[in-house]
């Protein structure tokens, strides 16, 4: 079994990764299969003196990386690198020097080209087997995407349209690493438009302000993208972090019909939802509600892939490809004077078959 080493106990690390690797332990060990090694060993300097965070016999917390690499062996450790952005490559670095080979990092994979580019060399130099964070598309959800798109059941994909809101103050507020809002949710769409599209240009980027109180954070309050891929598709993602409900959707709009795609909210509820109009699809089968836990199953694959040493060979160049066109609408945002907040609103999705 792999023992998991979780670097940086925010949001996602103790929130999600913790979690999800303490559900992923239970379900393996049921079925006779285990994958993970608990006790995790947690990482985070806002973890003051060794102790724990949640149950004991799921983590043990430690407030420096030294500590953490003590407790761990470098040949089973797999290291899940949930720290900001502009952290990453330093820590990646030092985990590489201390023997650690297997990484499951965080969306976005860097903060710049620059750091992107030496985080590739980094990777080669040092063999390390390397995931990043991308539940969206190894979700049942985007396999069914992909069946309609490769299938062409619905006929030629021609748009593909992405909403994620939701209200986000208190985080942004707390100053979590996130520079802009396109760091936030916007990465888990982008790898998804070029997993059912293929490659893409940079149209248009935008971010706004988000207002709270006598507050206003800069180009935190959402984001905007437009991208067209080379296969004629053109891709619009909108992400507003002051909305007031939240909505995690992707429509789909074919030449001959429409697949409206609801992913999980939160992780309260595991279910998907796939809403088809259009073809030869029968009335039963239009709607479809399923079971969807998308990151237990993604870490699964990726413990899976690492004991056979393969763990990252479609997952990276698809992180890469994405981090390349988020640095590209950062730097279109850093030129392009930012708006202040927008009101939410919903924009109805075009018919299947506009371009």
């Given at each position: 079994?792999?023992?998991?080493?979780?670097?940086?106990?925010?949001?996602?690390?103790?929130?999600?990764?913790?979690?999800?690797?303490?559900?992923?332990?239970?379900?393996?060990?049921?079925?006779?299969?285990?994958?993970?090694?608990?006790p995790a060993v947690g990482c985070d300097p806002r973890a003051g003196a060794p102790g724990t965070v949640g149950a004991?016999?799921?983590?043990?917390?430690?407030?420096?990386?030294?500590?953490?690499?003590?407790?761990?062996?470098?040949?089973?450790?797999?290291?899940?690198?949930?720290?900001?952005?502009?952290?990453?490559?330093?820590?990646?670095?030092?985990?590489a020097g201390h023997g650690v080979r297997r990484l499951i990092v965080e969306k976005p994979l860097a903060s710049s080209a620059a750091e992107l580019d030496a985080l590739v060399r980094l990777r080669e130099r040092a063999d390390l087997d390397m995931v990043?964070?991308?539940?969206?598309?190894?979700?049942?959800?985007?396999?069914?995407?992909?069946?309609?798109?490769?299938?062409?059941?619905?006929?030629?994909?021609?748009?593909?349209?992405?909403?994620?809101?939701?209200?986000?103050?208190?985080?942004?507020?707390?100053?979590?690493?996130?520079?802009?809002?396109?760091?936030?949710?916007?990465?888990?769409?982008?790898?998804?438009?070029?997993?059912?599209?293929?490659?893409?240009e940079l149209r248009v980027a935008r971010c706004w302000d988000l207002r709270c109180e006598d507050r206003a954070l800069p180009r935190l309050g959402g984001a905007e993208v437009e991208l067209e891929h080379p296969s004629g598709v053109l891709t619009h993602l909108r992400s507003d972090l002051g909305a007031p409900v939240r909505q995690r959707s992707v429509v789909c709009a074919f030449e001959g019909g429409t697949a409206t795609a609801h992913f999980p909210l939160s992780e309260d509820d595991d279910h998907a939802q796939l809403i088809v109009h259009g073809g030869a699809a029968e009335s039963e089968a239009a709607h479809q509600v399923f079971r969807d836990d998308a990151?237990?199953?993604?870490?699964?694959?990726?413990?899976?892939?690492?004991?056979?040493?393969?763990?990252?060979?479609?997952?990276?160049?698809?992180?890469?490809?994405?981090?390349?066109?988020?640095?590209?609408?950062?730097?279109?945002?850093a030129v392009v004077p930012h708006t202040t907040a927008v009101p939410h609103t919903v924009v109805p999705h075009a018919r299947a078959g506009s371009r």
């Amino acid at each position: 079994m792999l023992q998991p080493l979780v670097v940086g106990l925010g949001r996602s690390g103790s929130g999600l990764h913790l979690r999800t690797l303490a559900r992923l332990a239970r379900r393996t060990a049921a079925t006779g299969d285990p994958l993970v090694a608990l006790p995790a060993v947690g990482c985070d300097p806002r973890a003051g003196a060794p102790g724990t965070v949640g149950a004991p016999d799921e983590v043990t917390a430690v407030s420096t990386l030294e500590q953490a690499l003590a407790r761990v062996d470098p040949g089973t450790a797999v290291a899940h690198v949930c720290t900001p952005p502009r952290l990453r490559y330093d820590v990646i670095a030092q985990l590489a020097g201390h023997g650690v080979r297997r990484l499951i990092v965080e969306k976005p994979l860097a903060s710049s080209a620059a750091e992107l580019d030496a985080l590739v060399r980094l990777r080669e130099r040092a063999d390390l087997d390397m995931v990043v964070v991308s539940h969206w598309t190894s979700s049942r959800l985007a396999g069914r995407l992909r069946r309609l798109v490769r299938e062409e059941t619905l006929g030629p994909l021609r748009r593909i349209t992405v909403d994620q809101h939701k209200p986000r103050f208190l985080r942004s507020l707390a100053a979590d690493g996130h520079p802009t809002a396109l760091d936030v949710e916007i990465p888990h769409s982008l790898a998804l438009a070029l997993d059912l599209a293929g490659p893409a240009e940079l149209r248009v980027a935008r971010c706004w302000d988000l207002r709270c109180e006598d507050r206003a954070l800069p180009r935190l309050g959402g984001a905007e993208v437009e991208l067209e891929h080379p296969s004629g598709v053109l891709t619009h993602l909108r992400s507003d972090l002051g909305a007031p409900v939240r909505q995690r959707s992707v429509v789909c709009a074919f030449e001959g019909g429409t697949a409206t795609a609801h992913f999980p909210l939160s992780e309260d509820d595991d279910h998907a939802q796939l809403i088809v109009h259009g073809g030869a699809a029968e009335s039963e089968a239009a709607h479809q509600v399923f079971r969807d836990d998308a990151l237990t199953d993604f870490l699964a694959g990726a413990y899976r892939g690492f004991a056979s040493g393969t763990a990252g060979a479609v997952n990276f160049p698809l992180a890469c490809a994405t981090t390349r066109l988020l640095c590209a609408a950062r730097a279109h945002c850093a030129v392009v004077p930012h708006t202040t907040a927008v009101p939410h609103t919903v924009v109805p999705h075009a018919r299947a078959g506009s371009r």
